[in-house]
């Protein structure tokens, strides 16, 4: 029929306009259905994480007890970040955190690298050791650090019986701090290192086989090839872990409870005492929107960083 219509089936034509009005009807059902799926999924969970954060950040600003109604604390305005400020418990707390989280996310990105070059060479029985490597992130968190809680039992560990004296490892501040360090970086390891190691696997051959062929030595290679091309793989590494180590709990409440003498006392430790055992929930409530507020800027400055590294 020309450009006005086309054959359509059992001999019946369909005018342009027609096909036309068809073709915007999808195209329009098309565009709404995507927020109409994901409208389910929003609101759940802005009912299951929005709400509570709104209520908690109300609480910081109030002066609110379990005594009183839901809505009924009165106005502090900042009086609780201040008084968080002039704590000296949360000032010390904020400096183990930091302290802590440098230190644990240093050691798994090492240890991590290392393993990973280890693990990246093809040999017998290569993927057992690959797999076993995942033993320790399979275990609960609150689990591995009981166990390792027994282990460093000064009465009947077993630390103590290969050294042959009896150290109460959990019970001094700096072997405390050094024992929930340890249970971390042995925890957390191998999710770095399986991060490297796929890095590692993904990396094209070229660029090391033209480094050979120039006559780099190994060293040489790694320091200017391969860990340039590995960057990024470090920089999500080190993204993650920096977020989880500084808001770690699982080991340091099952193994000190934020002691002795507060020597473990990480800033999340002190959010849970101060809302669930003083039962402080405005002062707790102040101090997790603190955190938060860290963690954020800790993501943006990394995320800066990454932004400026593919800028260049």
Request: with cysteine; net charge neutral; hydrophobic share 55%.
């Amino acid at each position: 029929m020309g450009e006005s219509s086309r054959a359509a089936p059992h001999g019946l034509t369909l005018p342009a306009p027609a096909r036309t009005v068809g073709r915007g009807v999808r195209i329009s059902l098309d565009r709404w259905f995507t927020p109409f799926a994901v409208l389910p999924t929003f609101a759940v969970m802005l009912l299951v994480f929005g709400l509570p954060l709104l209520f908690s950040l109300y609480l910081s600003f109030t002066g609110w007890s379990l005594s009183q109604e839901l809505l009924g604390g009165e106005f502090v305005g900042l009086a609780n970040y201040q008084d968080l400020l002039d704590d000296p418990v949360f000032i010390g707390s904020l400096g183990i955190t930091f302290g802590f989280t440098a230190a644990a996310v240093a050691a798994q990105l090492g240890l991590g690298l290392v393993i990973a070059l280890l693990l990246n060479v093809d040999l017998p029985y290569m993927r057992v050791f690959r797999t076993a490597l995942i033993v320790p992130m399979m275990i609960t968190p609150i689990v591995g650090a009981l166990c390792w809680k027994l282990l460093l039992d000064p009465s009947h560990g077993v630390f103590n019986y290969w050294i042959g004296e009896r150290i109460v490892w959990l019970g001094m501040p700096g072997t405390a701090l050094a024992a929930v360090w340890l249970v971390n970086v042995w925890h957390s390891t191998p999710y770095v290192a399986l991060i490297l190691l796929a890095g590692l696997r993904s990396l094209p051959s070229e660029p090391r086989e033209a480094a050979a062929i120039d006559g780099a030595s190994r060293l040489q290679m790694f320091r200017h090839v391969t860990l340039p091309l590995l960057r990024p793989y470090l920089l999500v590494a080190l993204l993650l872990r920096t977020i989880f180590e500084f808001r770690a709990f699982d080991n340091i409440y099952a193994m000190t409870g934020g002691g002795p003498a507060n020597s473990t006392m990480v800033l999340s430790m002190f959010t849970y005492l101060v809302s669930f055992v003083r039962f402080d929930f405005s002062l707790g409530a102040a101090a997790s929107w603190m955190m938060l507020l860290m963690s954020m800027l800790l993501c943006l400055a990394f995320i800066a960083v990454i932004r400026r590294r593919d800028a260049n």
